[in-house]
C-alpha cells in the first residue's frame, strides 16, 4: 500500500509493570516538519481532557481517557510508563483508554492520513473496532486506510493478528511480513518488500535523529545467494559496512557465492557496524608443518593461498631453535582459501649452569658465558662457608630457559655461631669468644649461693645463633656473696651491700615479704628485691619487652628473709 493511504488503527497497549502515582505517558519530543521546537512547543499538539480541549507541549503528561492530536506537520514522540514508544505522524488523534497503557488510535475524518510506529518493550496490543494485533518486545507499524483497512508492518519481532468478531483465525506475522485486514474480509499476508521497510525506517531514524533520540539505522539488505563482490557493492550502496569475509568449504553453492550474513537481512545496523558475510571458497588441504623450519613452514602456507597465523615460541628441548613443533589446524585437515594456519615454533634457548658454591664474580662471569643475567640476589649467613659463595640459584641447573633471562641467586654471607657458653667459668667463655672472632662486654653479676663464683648464668645472643663477626655476646655471672657486719645498735639485721647479701643465722628466722616485681625493668627488680632482703636470680631471659614477665614466689607472698625470689625477663615469641 502507498505511502499516502495509510491510516492508523486503533491502539491498545497493556503493560504489565505499573508505578502508582506515576503518569502512564509523557510526550517526549514535538517537531515540525520533522524539526524539533523550541520551547515547550505549544499550540502544535492538542491535548483532549474530559472533553476540554487545551494545547500541550514537551513534558506534558498523559493520563487516564486523555486524548492526543498532532496538528498538520507536527510529529510527535510519545513514552509509555515502562519503557514503550510511540511516534505519532501528522494528524493522528489517539487517546489514552486507562493506566494500563490502552490507547486508542481514533479514526480520523474525511482522507486524511494518521500512522504510528511503536516501539514495544513489554505486552502490546492493537486494535480496530472489527481486528487486535498483540506483541511483546517488538517495532511494527500500524495503519488504517480508507475503509477501515488495518495493516501492520513488523520491522523486528512478531506480531499476532485476531479477529474481535471471529472473522478469521489468529494470524502469526514474523520480521520483515505484513498483512492487511479489511471488514467483512480475510488476512492478505505478504512480504515486506524491501523498498518499504525502508521507507518506514528512514522516517523513523529522521525522527528519532532529528529529535536527539539515537543515530541513524540502516534496514541491513539480504546478499545471501549473490557472488561475493556483488553482494559487497549492495552493502556499500545501502549505507552498510563490510566486515570481515570469511570462507567456508560447506554447501554446493557456486564458488564465491555468499552462503550466510551476519546481522541476518532486515536487522537495523548503525554506522560502522560491521557485517560478516560466509561464502562459498575453494577447499585446500593443511600441508605438514611439523619439523619445518619456520620460513619453509611459512612459505608452504603462502603457496596454497593460506594465511599465517600467530607464530608462538616455546621451548621442548626436543628440536633445534627455529623448528615448527606444532601447528593449528592439524594436518591434512580441509580447509577453505584464506584460512589462518597457527604454528608453535621451538624458541632459541640455553641450559641453565650449576653456579652453588662459585664465588659471585664467577657465577657472573659463568652466566654471561651462556647468555643468561643474574637477577635478584638474596644474602643469607651460614656457618663454615666463605662470604660470596653462591649457595642457591632460581632456576635450577640443567633447564631450558629463553636467552637473556634472569637467574637469581642465593649468596652465603659472612656468619659466626654463637658457642654455648651457659656454666662455663667467665675466662673461659672470654677465650672461647675470641677465638671464634666475637667480643663480650661488661658482665652483669648476681648472687648465686648454688654456683661457683664468675660462672656465666646467662648469654644473648643465645646458643648457635649465626651473627657477624666481632658481634658482642652479652654474659651474666655468679656473684660471690659479701657479707656486711651488722652495726652494734641493729645486732640482728645486716647491712645490704651494693653487690649482694648475706643473711646473718638470725635473719633467717625472720618473715619478709615478696614485692611485686611484674612488669619492671630488670635493674628496678633486682633492686626492689634487695630492698626488701632477698636475693634476686634471673631464670631466664627470652625476646619481647625487657621487663619482668614471671617471678616466684608472687608478689606479696611471704617468705623467710635471705630466701632467693627468681623472675624471667621477657617472653616466647
Known amino acids: 500500500m502507498k505511502r499516502d493511504r495509510w491510516l492508523y488503527c486503533l491502539l491498545l497497549l497493556s503493560l504489565s509493570v505499573m508505578v502508582g502515582g506515576c503518569a502512564p505517558g509523557k510526550i517526549r519530543h514535538i517537531l515540525i516538519n520533522e524539526l524539533p521546537v523550541t520551547g515547550e512547543g505549544r499550540s502544535a499538539v492538542m491535548l483532549i481532557r474530559q472533553g476540554e480541549s487545551t494545547t500541550a507541549g514537551v513534558a ?31 494528524e493522528t488523534h489517539i487517546q489514552l483508554v486507562n493506566p494500563n497503557h490502552i490507547i486508542n488510535l ?47 508492518a513488523v520491522i523486528s519481532g512478531v506480531v499476532r493478528m485476531e479477529s474481535k468478531t471471529a472473522q478469521f483465525a489468529p ?22 518488500e524491501s523498498d518499504r521497510a525502508n521507507e518506514i ?11 536527539g533520540e539515537k543515530e541513524k539505522l540502516r534496514l541491513l539488505p539480504d546478499v545471501t545467494g549473490l557472488p561475493l563482490e556483488l553482494a559487497q557493492t549492495k552493502l556499500r550502496a545501502a549505507g552498510v559496512t563490510v566486515g570481515k569475509e570469511v570462507g567456508s568449504i560447506e554447501g554446493n553453492q557456486p564458488l564465491g557465492t555468499v552462503i550466510s550474513q551476519k546481522p541476518e537481512a532486515g536487522a537495523r545496523v548503525g554506522k560502522g557496524q560491521g557485517v560478516v558475510l560466509v561464502y562459498r571458497a575453494e577447499e585446500r588441504v593443511v600441508p605438514q608443518l611439523t619439523g619445518l623450519a619456520q620460513n619453509v613452514a611459512l612459505e608452504r602456507i603462502r603457496n596454497l593461498r593460506l594465511v599465517s597465523g600467530e607464530i608462538r615460541p616455546e621451548i621442548t628441548g ?12 592439524p594436518p591434512f585437515a580441509k580447509v577453505a582459501v584464506n584460512s589462518v594456519i597457527n604454528i608453535v615454533v621451538e624458541a632459541e634457548s640455553v641450559v641453565v649452569p650449576n653456579l652453588e658454591n662459585y664465588q659471585i664474580d664467577q657465577a657472573r662471569m659463568l652466566l654471561s658465558r651462556a647468555g643468561l643475567k643474574v637477577g635478584s640476589e638474596k644474602r643469607q649467613r651460614v656457618p663454615n662457608i666463605s662470604a660470596g659463595t653462591v649457595i642457591g640459584q632460581n632456576p635450577q641447573p640443567g633447564l631450558r630457559v629463553k636467552k637473556d633471562s634472569a637467574v637469581s641467586l642465593t649468596i652465603a654471607e659472612t656468619g659466626v655461631q654463637v658457642p654455648s657458653l651457659v656454666g662455663m667459668p667467665y675466662a673461659r667463655a672470654l677465650a672461647l669468644l675470641r677465638e671464634v672472632g666475637l667480643g663480650s662486654g661488661n658482665p652483669r653479676r648476681y648472687v648465686r649461693a648454688d654456683m661457683a663464683v664468675d660462672t656465666v648464668i646467662s648469654q644473648s645472643p643465645s646458643a648457635g645463633t649465626l651473627v657477624q663477626p666481632g658481634s658482642t655476646v ?17 645486732p640482728t639485721i645486716p647491712q645490704i651491700a651494693p653487690t649482694g647479701v648475706v643473711i646473718s643465722p638470725a635473719l633467717m628466722h625472720t618473715v619478709c615479704t615478696v614485692p611485686d616485681i611484674m ?5 628496678a627488680a633486682v633492686s626492689r628485691i634487695e630492698k626488701a632482703r632477698l636475693v634476686p636470680r634471673v631464670r631466664m631471659r627470652l625476646s619481647g619487652p625487657q621487663v619482668v614477665t614471671q617471678q616466684t614466689p608472687q608478689g606479696n607472698a611471704t617468705a623467710a628473709c635471705g630466701n632467693t625470689v627468681t623472675f624471667t625477663i621477657g617472653t616466647i615469641q
Do not use: C, H, M
Open 60 to 90: 506534558t503528561e498523559i493520563n487516564k481517557g486523555d486524548e492526543v492530536v498532532t496538528l498538520p506537520g507536527v510529529t510527535a514522540i510519545v513514552w509509555l510508563l515502562g519503557g514503550s514508544q510511540l511516534i505519532l505522524a501528522p
Open 106 to 152: 481514533l479514526k480520523s475524518t474525511g482522507e486524511v492520513i494518521g500512522r504510528v510506529f511503536v516501539k514495544a518493550k513489554d505486552s502490546l496490543r492493537i486494535d480496530t473496532e472489527y481486528s487486535s494485533a498483540s506483541t511483546e518486545g517488538t517495532e511494527f507499524l500500524v495503519s488504517r486506510g480508507p475503509g477501515d483497512a488495518f495493516t501492520v
Open 171 to 192: 494470524l502469526r506475522l514474523s520480521r520483515l511480513e505484513e498483512a492487511t485486514v479489511s471488514p467483512g474480509a480475510a488476512p492478505r499476508k505478504s512480504v515486506l
Open 201 to 211: 525506517i528512514r522516517w523513523v531514524n529522521r525522527v528519532e535523529q532529528n529529535a
Open 318 to 329: 626436543s628440536t633445534e631453535p627455529g623448528r615448527v613443533i606444532r601447528q593449528d589446524p
Open 474 to 490: 652479652r654474659l651474666d655471672i655468679s656473684q660471690r656473696p659479701v657479707v656486711v657486719a651488722p652495726p652494734s645498735r641493729t
Open 519 to 523: 612488669g619492671l625493668t630488670e635493674s
